[in-house]
């Protein structure tokens, strides 16, 4: 087992972080309100530090769950960053939904500093790390990654390099631009069946079995036919999101209509006041009078 440290213990972090404790790792970890920390060494064991460098003193591997790209820059290279704490031939995982650009800039600084730097954001949800289910997508170095990849294991039922660094963070946007078309064909699908008398339920439970199957038609019918949005993953999120995917495209000469549509249709959500809703909210625009 080994001595590892984790950055941000939010809905994500919280129980990823647990998994690796409950392996048998040594766990130190770091959260910006300390409170939360303190909660989570209660339950776990382990330990918790004042900072991200202090946390990361000692760790062979640090993980990180934080909000952005400038967040993430703060936990790694900021005043007090885990860089400045790690030792050479130790490995950074992130899992932050960031920027392909930011992986890159990171791993190129860490290497400077004989540190590894693997990008390798998680798709699944609350629900999936919680479960220890999630996909987790990477890149960078293939020795890295294995390394890594035993204690990644204990909270993933899937992980993968993809390629070398930005390779996870762009697989996290292909991910993002399916899931975001496929909530909005859904949501359009529901409105539809009520709209032309069907048992949306009846529906559902049938098509469900052929080829319009999809996770979000299985997770989360019910819960949008009954305007119910406190799964998953919020509406603000899904926006930073779709906006990294946004500018990616605009760099790589991708065409996403479908992509930019559905973001312009979580505005509209957010200003119906669900901002934190979760994702499967868009069937709320159409049915809003």
Known sequence: MSKVAFIGLGVMGYPMAGHLAKAGHDVTVYNRT????????KQHGGAAAPTPNEAAAGAEIVFACVGNDDDLREVTTGENGAFHGMGKGTIFVDHTTASA???RELYDEA???GIAFVDAPVSG????AENGVLTVMAGGD???FATAKHAIDSYARMAKLLGPSGAGQLTKMVNQICIAGLVEGLAEGLHFAKKAGLDAEAVIETISKGAAQSWQMENRYKTMIEGKFDF?????????DLAICLDEARRNGAHL??????DQFYSEVQAMGGRRWDTSSLIAR???T
């Open 34 to 41: 300390a409170a939360k920390a303190d909660a989570w060494v």
């Open 101 to 103: 650009a930011v992986a």
């Open 111 to 113: 290497k400077g500093r």
């Open 125 to 128: 949800g609350q629900a999936g």
């Open 142 to 144: 293939e020795a890295s």
């Open 232 to 240: 998953g993953f919020a509406v603000d999120w899904m926006r930073k």
């Open 257 to 262: 209509p479908v992509t930019a549509a559905v």
């Open 286 to 288: 159409l049915e809003k």
